[in-house]
């Protein structure tokens, strides 16, 4: 009886010391190995100025083993999923109100370019080059299309006030 009461004082000491280092759950689960390796392996040794010791050196090395371990599964410093924050795919406020302001102002900008521009840009938001563009316009010559295209970007961007933002 007196072996069984030192067991569960000690017991509760290395339920102590390991807590300090490791979750609850773990460190009960260690103090369960280490008693049954105390059991098991060491049942001859009954004082307590060798029982201690012996206790907590292999409470030590079975500490150190769940750490290898757990650094192994790459468990180590790893996040509960139930504490991350689930991704919010859609934009913030904030950010889908100045888009569907920018939005608004584009298209006010082009209701006021003239019929050209508007052409110029339905046929290259359309996806066709400029030498296709120059066939549906009639021209000749292709660095028209260009001089074209650049004034009507640039009588865009003053519409929409000096920039794209």
Request: aromatic residues 6%; charged residues 30%; contains cysteine.
């Amino acid at each position: 009886m007196a072996r069984d009461q030192i067991l569960a004082s000690l017991r509760e000491r290395i339920l102590a010391f390991a807590t300090l280092r490791m979750s609850r759950a773990q460190a009960e689960d260690l103090a369960q190995e280490v008693l049954v390796v105390l059991h098991e392996k060491y049942a001859q040794v009954i004082e307590l100025t060798e029982l201690v010791p012996l206790t907590f050196q292999i409470l030590r090395f079975k500490m150190l083993d769940a750490h290898r371990k757990s650094l192994r599964r790459s468990e180590y410093n790893q996040e509960s999923v139930e504490d991350l924050p689930l991704a919010d795919p859609d934009d913030d406020p904030a950010t889908q109100l100045d888009q569907k302001q920018r939005v608004d102002r584009l298209l006010a900008a082009i209701g006021q370019l003239g019929e050209r521009c508007r052409e110029l840009f339905k046929w290259k938001l359309e996806g066709k080059s400029f030498p296709e563009i120059q066939k549906l316009m009639g021209q000749t010559s292709i660095n028209t299309v260009y001089t074209w295209d650049l004034r009507c970007r640039q009588q865009l961007l003053a519409l929409m006030g000096g920039s794209w933002d």
